[in-house]
């Protein structure tokens, strides 16, 4: 009973207490769609059909559910699970276990630095509390990411050299120098946005961008460098050195199987998912909506208005959260309906042909259609709904709360603004991702000693003057101190 | 004893970082193979940090991370990795040496006991700690006449770096580069000053 008061009492300490679980949970969440979009993307490049062949069947109805490859990943998972977990007898026991578990963590740990929703001021008694949309809040919350990132190399270091085998240990090593060597333009890279900002808080950093303009349109050489660190601490095509079936058979995974294999996997997505969420925030504007005001037009007088440049930021979203709620909403829908038109096209051709399974593969694309189209339909009455009966008030305040300048709003609000900045933040942080796939299956792999000599004797180059240039460019606006 | 939930998971954090310290410490010493000690460093490491940490200096705490475990660790356990010599090679737990190295040990932690033994216990007031990254970089750089002057000492520090750099590029230039001939060439004509 005594815990129910103390939640009924608490509602944002307790979502406080909530979210370390649930955000690496809905994470895991994501890992999945990033696979699918991998090989659906990999297929759609390639010109190939992609993952179509796994199914469950539903009794009775004659209908095979394929969810667009996604059951490939269960089917993934049930056959790693299954095999032989099998160890090496030269292996260095104790490190060969303790290696996989080393890009898991790290790639666990770090999303709970990036900011997933602005800050939230809420009324807790007769003062004022704060939740903060980071899990772990700290001045210094951009070099602890960078040193957790660091840390993932052990992984490959200690993995490959466990295994006991020239090939990983190639692999391995290979791997980690260039991981170390573009480690050095990432950092000086980012300076640059530092400098600008003034802060290592990646909250502070996402609210400049969304009062100033996005990063990459202060900072596009920054970026571009960033960005291409950020491959190559991924270990992602065009960098990756540390596979090659044509030179050193499965790099410094070639001695794990099963289980362990996955856990290597599942880094590297995590890995991926993480840079792109890290990208998203320090270039992309985290969770603001828009590089740029928007013009809005205030009443003046009687018949007179007057052209406003205003910011779409946190305080303005819940201030008109219907309007914001309608536009998320009938975009979403609006692209599920063409999602379900698409769908119908394909159900259209199969109906042309003469394939074996063609009444299966039409009743199932139908099943999609529909299901699509009234999920559509449904956001978008929801987005007219949210647009025309939807208003917020910020509470009221009264005493020594009137003092504090920005407005409270009621939970709810908060609970729907953090959601929508939620799903911004995923928004971008999956167009990143997509460019992680698209690079991956473009661009042929560079040899080693082009890595190295991309690292060192260019991008650490250009990182060096971008960050004199902005330095002095920033103390000649900015003053500084 | 504790007045608050903060002071209790403060004492039971630091007494499981300070048990991991002195644990992966003991690993160093007494593990035989080279690896094996260089990953309990890391943990020495890693637990130092979280100390750092608790005592009001995330900042330190993050470079220890970044810059012990993630980058001078990391050359470490590489360089272990390219000599081969070190996968088979193992070392005696305890030698003649064992008897010098414990005496310098012995001596700190001599001092550290009799230290604590007769100061009074001290708290630390957060906000007077400067171990957040704004006071330390207001202190370092505090470019006024009457400061410290701490910003020279830096970039004293960056020069003397930069030198160790440019120097080891120097000494490995001297093998890659020159190709046996101009080798030869050269001894002679150090031979003739």
Known sequence: ?481 | MFHSLDQLLGSAYFALFALATLLCAGGVLLSKHPINAAVYLIGVMLSLSGIYVLLGSPFLGVIQVLVYAGAIMMLVVFVIMVLNQARDHRVPRFDGFSIVGAILPLAIAVMAVRTLAFTEASTIDPAKVRGEIGPIAYTMFDLTPAGPGYYLLFELIGVLLLIAVVAAVMLAKRHLDSPPVHEAAGEDGHAQH
């Open chain 1, 1 to 481: 009973m005594f815990l129910f008061d103390w939640i009924q009492a608490h509602p944002y300490q307790t979502v406080g207490l909530i979210l370390p679980i649930a955000i690496p949970l809905i994470l895991f969440q994501v890992l999945p769609l990033l696979v699918l979009l991998e090989r659906r993307g990999a297929a759609f490049i390639q010109d190939r059909v992609g993952p179509s062949r796994a199914y469950i069947p539903i009794p009775g109805t004659g209908l095979r559910i394929r969810a667009f490859g996604m059951l490939y990943n269960m089917t993934d998972l049930v056959k790693l699970l299954f095999k032989e977990n099998f160890v090496p007898p030269f292996a260095f026991k104790s490190f060969y276990w303790l290696a996989p578990a080393i890009p898991v963590a790290t790639g666990l740990l770090t999303p709970a630095l990036l900011p997933w929703f602005a800050p939230i001021a809420y009324q807790d008694g007769s003062a004022i509390g704060v939740l903060p949309g980071t899990l772990i809040t700290t001045s210094s919350g951009l070099l602890l990411l960078f040193a957790l990132g660091s840390l993932s190399v052990y992984g490959v270091v200690l993995g490959s050299w466990s295994s006991n085998s020239k090939f990983s240990l190639l692999g391995g090593m290979r791997a980690s120098a260039m991981m170390i060597s573009y480690e050095v333009s990432m950092g000086l890279s980012v300076l640059g946005m530092l400098l600008i900002v003034g802060s290592f808080d990646l909250t502070q950093i996402v609210d400049w961008q969304g009062h100033h303009t996005w990063g990459m349109f202060v900072q596009p050489v920054g970026f571009l460098l960033f960005l291409v660190s950020m491959f190559a601490e991924c270990n992602r095509n065009p960098f990756d050195v540390a596979e090659g079936e044509s030179e050193i058979v499965g790099g410094f995974h070639t001695e794990y199987a099963g289980v362990k294999f996955m856990m290597f996997m599942t880094g590297e997505y995590l890995h991926v998912l993480v840079a792109s969420a890290l990208l998203a925030t320090l270039y992309a504007g985290g969770y603001e909506l828009l590089p740029f005001p928007m013009p809005m037009f205030v009443d003046t007088g009687v018949g007179t208005s007057e052209v406003v440049w205003q910011w779409l930021d946190t305080y303005w979203i819940k201030a008109h959260l219907g309007g914001v709620l309608a536009v998320m909403l009938g975009m979403t829908g609006l692209l599920l309906i063409g999602f379900a038109w698409l769908i119908a096209g394909r159900r259209a051709n199969y109906a042309r042909q003469k394939a074996q399974d063609r009444d299966l593969r039409m009743r199932e694309y139908a099943l999609y259609t529909g299901a699509f189209s009234v999920l559509g339909i449904g956001m978008i009455l929801g987005a007219i709904m949210s647009g025309l009966f939807l208003h917020t008030e910020p509470i009221s305040r009264a005493g020594a709360l009137a003092a504090y300048s920005v407005p409270i709003y009621p939970g709810w609000v908060d609970a729907v603004t953090a959601v929508i900045q939620f799903h911004v933040v995923i928004g971008k942080t999956m167009l990143f991702a997509w460019l992680f796939i698209w690079v991956r299956w473009t661009l042929p792999r560079f040899r080693y000693d082009q890595i190295m000599g991309l690292g060192w004797k260019v991008m650490l180059n250009i990182a060096l003057v971008n960050l004199l240039i902005t330095a002095i460019v920033a103390k000649a606006i900015g003053g500084g101190r």
